[in-house]
């Protein structure tokens, strides 16, 4: 009894929690984004659906449920079906190592202790960056099966801008695992309930990580890949429909796994903000409030930036970012020695 | 093993940003561009062949529909061309506020073109800002005109209708709030990083080339050459106000967006000047109901938003309406500039350099 308990319907329980709360929080953040987006930019944002146009995202879901289905004549029509499955799968499968918060019995419901992540791999972290890159290949098939141009350059720039980011992106986050001496979500995590929350002595760290995440997701400032003025609508412009949706979830769904990261990395996962411990407030809220912060950072960078070109994507990768993460590791690596 | 080819890219007629139905056939190395053939044409309604069997007032509304965005430059330009050749003198009422309202349009139009050009190179907020104020300035043309986009103002010998009671608040409202309103984009892109990285050194155009090309308006005065019609050959009220024409060395994107900038500026002193010192007195001299001119041709030209708005026109001194109207169209101008300044650049650059050229066109296609 006990072994089905902590072997199977726990861990079936655990994923199904998880990927219902993420997909709904895509809904949440389509809508989010779009209200926070519009209050910037003195306008109201949706307002029909619903009371606030709180039913915005469920009507766009609805349409583009009920949209047709149109494939390029001259396709690769297994490709084309393949990539937004690829796209999206990754993402989803990071959520398997985020950590929402400490171990818990669930106000008493289970027996024993259970961990608030679906599994706490002890190399958490390096399993996140493998499958996220596994991500980009839905990106270039979908833009290469189209059999258009716009896509095609869409895909280029993207898995071009990817590659080079995610460089950047892991040489800043090898910075808070020196000094947390562990890959493991969890580890990380605890090694800053002892000391300060890693966004103060990797400050720069956190910095290029911002920055890169931003550009591994696609969005503004660097979403070339998908630029609307230049390149139409960019790797996805020939698709519709839920394959169309799937995208735009994966989009969604990156997001929130990098402000998972960030937040579980850089600020302290689901510690209390230092000094406010007295509130009792749960593990999960001050997880899910720190994440929201990281994830509003994201709307405001849209609001407020041009778009990067190209090359100076490229340039500002290779030639600053990649740089200054590599100093902060040398600067971390003598003082943790 | 490994072969690399040039690909043919067809931009537009419909693409986010071409600006209406331009087309562009790009020849990318990678995305380097090293050929670009503008596509016009798809906008053609034939304006000039259907003002020949039109009235001159009836002309008038065809003027509307070339930029669309300005109507009142065009609307302007054309009456004076009439009045040209028709030797008539019209009242200084009528020529302050065709000079506030010329001007107005310009702040419209400029606020349209910054809006774009910053949508285009991805500053989406600047759009919504830039769009706020120019509702406000639509609504003045309402009030004055009834039409906002198509004004069809003003007439031979004068204005049609007196200047409307509440216009004058409207106006001072406008003048308190929108120094502030200019600062607020200022913020957001001039000392901007990512924008001065996307418009420095981008679609560059020498002095000498740009008038080799014919360019005009804020793209001539963006490489450091100082003509404005409105200085050289003054018209209505512009030789006895005071403002400065604005120019740029650059020779680039951003040299042109500061011009065009300080061009709103200096509207906006327009403006209240041409407010204030609005003289008491008739709208419009007596002119017939139906307008003959005689025999003669006549070329007549207006600093437009977009440049040096020129109109020729024939008159055989029997019918009612033009012999032959030509229009010498800054946008259609402009638009032999973007070869020149495109090529070598990347495809996010082309979109930028469109925005620059701020072509409209309605006027380009006529």
Same mark, same amino acid.
């Given at each position: 009894?006990?072994?089905?308990?902590?072997?199977?319907?726990?861990?079936?329980?655990?994923?199904?929690?998880?990927?219902?709360?993420?997909?709904?929080?895509?809904?949440?953040?389509?809508?989010?984004?779009?209200?926070v987006?519009?209050?910037?930019?003195?306008?109201?944002?949706?307002?029909?659906v619903?009371?606030?146009?709180?039913?915005?995202?469920i009507?766009?879901?609805?349409?583009?449920?009920?949209?047709?289905d149109?494939?390029?004549?001259?396709?690769?029509?297994? !490709?084309?079906?393949?990539?937004?499955?690829?796209?999206?799968?990754?993402a989803?499968?990071?959520?398997?190592?985020?950590?929402?918060?400490?171990?818990t019995?669930?106000?008493?419901?289970?027996?024993?202790?259970?961990?608030?992540?679906?599994?706490?791999?002890?190399?958490?972290?390096?399993?996140?960056?493998?499958?996220? &890159?596994?991500?980009?290949?839905?990106?270039?098939?979908?833009?290469?099966?189209?059999?258009s141009?716009?896509?095609?350059?869409?895909?280029?720039?993207?898995?071009?801008?990817?590659?080079?980011?995610?460089?950047?992106?892991?040489?800043?986050?090898?910075?808070?695992?020196?000094?947390?001496?562990?890959l &493991?979500?969890?580890?990380?995590?605890?090694?800053?309930?002892?000391?300060?929350?890693?966004?103060?002595?990797?400050?720069?760290?956190?910095?290029?990580?911002?920055?890169?995440a931003?550009?591994?997701?696609?969005?503004?400032?660097?979403?070339?890949?998908?630029?609307?003025?230049?390149?139409?609508?960019?790797?996805?412009?020939?698709?519709?429909?839920? +394959?169309?949706?799937?995208?735009?979830?994966?989009?969604?769904?990156?997001?929130?796994?990098?402000s998972?990261?960030?937040?579980?990395?850089?600020?302290?996962?689901?510690?209390?903000?230092?000094?406010?411990?007295?509130?009792?407030?749960?593990?999960?809220?001050?997880?899910?409030?720190?994440?929201?912060?990281?994830?509003?950072?994201f709307?405001?960078?849209?609001?407020?930036?041009?778009?990067?070109?190209?090359?100076?994507?490229?340039?500002?990768?290779? +030639?600053?970012?990649?740089?200054?993460?590599?100093? /902060?590791?040398?600067?971390?690596?003598?003082?943790?020695? | 093993?490994?072969?690399?080819?040039?690909?043919?890219? /067809?931009?537009?007629?419909?693409?986010?940003?071409?600006?209406?139905?331009?087309?562009?056939?790009?020849?990318?190395?990678?995305?380097?561009?090293?050929?670009?053939e503008?596509?016009?044409?798809?906008?053609?309604?034939?304006?000039? +062949?259907?003002a020949?069997?039109?009235?001159?007032?009836?002309?008038?509304?065809?003027?509307?529909?070339?930029?669309?965005?300005?109507?009142?430059?065009?609307?302007?330009?054309?009456?004076?061309?009439?009045e040209?050749?028709?030797?008539?003198?019209?009242? @200084?009422?009528?020529?302050?506020?065709?000079?506030?309202?010329?001007?107005?349009?310009?702040?419209? &139009?400029?606020?349209?073109?910054?809006?774009?050009?910053?949508?285009?190179?991805?500053?989406?907020?600047?759009?919504?800002?830039?769009? @706020?104020?120019?509702?406000?300035?639509l609504?003045?043309?309402?009030?004055?005109?009834?039409?906002?986009?198509?004004?069809?103002?003003?007439?031979?010998?004068?204005?049609?209708?007196?200047?409307?009671?509440?216009?004058?608040?409207?106006?001072?409202?406008?003048?308190k709030?929108?120094?502030? @309103?200019?600062?607020?984009?200022?913020?957001?892109?001039?000392?901007?990083?990512?924008?001065?990285?996307?418009t420095?050194?981008?679609?560059?155009? &020498?002095?000498?080339?740009?008038?080799?090309l014919?360019?005009?308006?804020?793209?001539?005065?963006?490489?450091?050459?100082?003509?404005?019609?409105?200085?050289?050959?003054p018209?209505?009220?512009?030789?006895?106000?005071d403002?400065?024409?604005?120019?740029?060395d650059?020779?680039?994107?951003?040299?042109?967006?500061?011009?065009?900038l300080?061009?709103?500026?200096?509207?906006?002193?327009? !403006?209240?000047?041409?407010?204030?010192?609005?003289?008491?007195?008739?709208?419009?001299?007596?002119?017939?109901?139906?307008?003959?001119?005689?025999?003669?041709? !006549?070329?007549?030209?207006?600093?437009a938003?977009?440049?040096?708005?020129?109109?020729?026109?024939?008159?055989?001194?029997?019918?009612?309406?033009?012999?032959?109207?030509?229009?010498?169209?800054?946008?259609?101008?402009?638009?032999?500039?973007?070869?020149?300044?495109?090529?070598?650049?990347?495809?996010?650059?082309?979109?930028?350099?469109?925005?620059?050229?701020?072509?409209?066109?309605?006027?380009?296609?006529?």
């Amino acid at each position: 009894m006990d072994f089905t308990m902590i072997n199977i319907v726990i861990p079936t329980v655990k994923i199904l929690i998880v990927f219902t709360v993420v997909l709904l929080s895509v809904l949440v953040m389509t809508y989010a984004e779009r209200k926070v987006i519009a209050f910037m930019q003195v306008r109201l944002g949706p307002m029909r659906v619903g009371p606030w146009g709180l039913l915005q995202p469920i009507a766009d879901a609805l349409k583009l449920f009920s949209k047709e289905d149109i494939i390029p004549t001259m396709a690769d029509k297994w !490709v084309y079906y393949l990539a937004p499955t690829l796209a999206i799968v990754p993402a989803l499968l990071t959520f398997l190592v985020v950590p929402f918060g400490d171990q818990t019995t669930f106000f008493g419901l289970l027996k024993h202790p259970t961990s608030m992540a679906i599994s706490d791999l002890n190399i958490g972290l390096l399993y996140i960056l493998a499958i996220s &890159s596994v991500g980009i290949y839905g990106i270039l098939l979908g833009g290469w099966s189209s059999n258009s141009k716009y896509p095609l350059l869409g895909a280029l720039r993207s898995a071009a801008q990817i590659v080079s980011y995610e460089v950047p992106l892991t040489l800043a986050i090898i910075g808070p695992i020196l000094m947390a001496n562990t890959l &493991s979500m969890k580890g990380i995590v605890e090694a800053q309930s002892k000391g300060m929350w890693f966004v103060i002595p990797q400050f720069f760290a956190f910095l290029i990580y911002t920055a890169c995440a931003v550009a591994e997701t696609n969005r503004a400032p660097y979403d070339l890949p998908e630029a609307e003025q230049e390149l139409v609508a960019g790797f996805h412009t020939e698709y519709s429909g839920m +394959k169309f949706a799937f995208f735009y979830l994966a989009e969604y769904a990156n997001m929130i796994v990098v402000s998972a990261i960030a937040t579980v990395v850089f600020l302290g996962g689901w510690l209390p903000v230092p000094g406010l411990a007295f509130l009792h407030i749960p593990a999960i809220i001050w997880f899910a409030l720190k994440m929201g912060f990281f994830l509003f950072i994201f709307l405001w960078l849209r609001a407020t930036y041009p778009r990067y070109r190209y090359d100076q994507l490229m340039a500002i990768g290779w +030639k600053f970012f990649i740089p200054v993460a590599l100093i /902060n590791i040398f600067v971390t690596a003598l003082l943790v020695l | 093993m490994f072969k690399s080819e040039i690909i043919e890219l /067809n931009m537009g007629p419909q693409h986010p940003s071409t600006h209406g139905v331009l087309r562009l056939k790009l020849k990318l190395d990678g995305e380097t561009i090293v050929g670009l053939e503008p596509e016009i044409g798809y906008l053609h309604r034939g304006v000039e +062949k259907l003002a020949e069997s039109f009235t001159y007032l009836q002309a008038l509304n065809l003027t509307d529909r070339l930029d669309y965005v300005a109507s009142i430059s065009n609307n302007l330009g054309y009456i004076e061309t009439l009045e040209k050749l028709g030797g008539i003198e019209v009242p @200084r009422k009528a020529k302050y506020f065709r000079t506030l309202m010329t001007e107005l349009g310009r702040l419209s &139009s400029h606020l349209l073109w910054l809006a774009t050009h910053a949508l285009d190179i991805g500053a989406m907020t600047v759009f919504l800002y830039a769009f @706020r104020e120019r509702e406000f300035i639509l609504d003045m043309f309402e009030m004055v005109t009834g039409g906002r986009l198509l004004t069809t103002a003003f007439r031979y010998g004068g204005l049609k209708d007196d200047i409307p009671k509440e216009l004058e608040q409207k106006i001072r409202d406008f003048i308190k709030i929108f120094p502030g @309103r200019l600062a607020d984009y200022e913020a957001l892109l001039t000392k901007n990083r990512i924008w001065m990285k996307r418009t420095k050194q981008v679609g560059v155009i &020498s002095a000498e080339d740009a008038i080799n090309l014919g360019l005009s308006g804020p793209v001539l005065r963006g490489s450091g050459v100082r003509f404005d019609v409105r200085k050289a050959e003054p018209y209505e009220a512009y030789g006895e106000l005071d403002w400065e024409m604005a120019v740029e060395d650059g020779c680039d994107t951003y040299a042109r967006y500061l011009v065009r900038l300080e061009e709103m500026r200096q509207s906006l002193r327009i !403006v209240e000047q041409a407010l204030d010192g609005m003289p008491e007195g008739e709208f419009r001299t007596k002119a017939p109901k139906v307008l003959k001119l005689p025999k003669g041709e !006549v070329y007549h030209c207006i600093e437009a938003p977009k440049g040096e708005l020129g109109y020729y026109l024939i008159s055989d001194g029997k019918g009612t309406g033009p012999y032959r109207l030509k229009v010498r169209g800054p946008s259609f101008v402009n638009l032999q500039g973007l070869k020149p300044m495109a090529v070598g650049h990347m495809v996010a650059d082309v979109v930028a350099i469109i925005g620059t050229l701020d072509v409209v066109l309605g006027e380009v296609d006529r």
